[in-house]
């Protein structure tokens, strides 16, 4: 495979629920990113991972949760979402340095929550 | 202020036309700058990075102006597959990400 995958690609789950989103990169990139973008609204950043290491943070609610266990591989984690945080869910990765060279992005997850 | 502003259009235009984007962006420490274009439903897909000289790429070509912190996208000879939204994406330095538009949309009729 190649570029960036994302699991599943789409999601519908109750408030109550507890899932994951699964990104994967295989372009041998060092960061990965989180965003999320609802409907008529720009790209809102979540989370960036920099050589594994979680270096922003953009004010995101706990029910949200990452994790970086290698350089290619990127989850969020969800739990008590509310009906609000149904949106497209797109992970990305780049090579660092620098930190704000271009980003490949994944086919997003879109998620319904209930 | 918002980092990167764009006119979110929508544009409507007819094939073979030509159509330009504008983009401003507000932090003069900025140093990297793209296209990116996004189709419905899909993710973003880089276009082209936008280069101080100014660069083109067959029908595209995009324009810098540092002084007035401004990037532009040309289309000429619009093709009905170029309908999307395009997004104007910012780059700086100590900043740990990209700072994304909120898109212009063309739709190109036949």
């Known amino acids: 495979e190649t570029g960036v995958t994302q699991t599943p690609r789409h999601l519908v789950m109750g408030m109550t629920n507890k899932k994951s989103l699964k990104c994967e990169q295989h372009?041998?990139?060092?960061?990965m990113y989180w965003y999320k973008q609802s409907a008529k609204k720009p790209l809102e950043l979540m989370f960036v991972?920099?050589?594994?290491?979680?270096?922003e943070n953009n004010s995101v609610p706990s029910r949200f949760s990452p994790e970086c266990p290698n350089s290619s591989h990127l989850f969020l984690h969800l739990h008590t979402l509310q009906p609000e945080d149904s949106a497209l869910y797109l992970c990305?990765?780049?090579?660092?340095?620098?930190?704000?060279?271009?980003?490949?992005f994944g086919p997003g997850t879109r998620l319904t929550v209930l | 202020r918002k980092e990167v502003e764009q006119d979110p259009g929508p544009f409507n235009v007819p094939e073979g036309a030509t159509v330009a984007f504008n983009c401003t962006y507000s932090?003069?420490?900025?140093?990297?700058f793209f296209w990116y274009r996004q189709d419905c439903r899909k993710e973003p897909k880089l276009l082209m990075s936008?280069?101080?000289s100014g660069n083109e790429d067959g029908r595209f070509t995009a324009q810098l102006n540092r002084a007035s912190q401004y990037i532009s996208l040309l289309i000429r000879d619009s093709k009905l597959s170029d309908s999307a939204t395009y997004l104007c994406?910012?780059?700086?330095?100590?900043?740990?990400?990209?700072?994304f538009g909120t898109g212009t949309r063309l739709t190109v009729i036949p």
């Open positions: 994406v910012v780059g700086r330095w100590g900043a740990n990400n990209l700072f």
């Open positions: 372009l041998g990139h060092n960061a």
């Open positions: 932090n003069s420490a900025s140093q990297s």
């Open positions: 936008v280069y101080s």
């Open positions: 991972y920099s050589l594994e290491e979680r270096v």
């Open positions: 990305a990765s780049s090579q660092e340095p620098p930190l704000n060279n271009e980003q490949f």
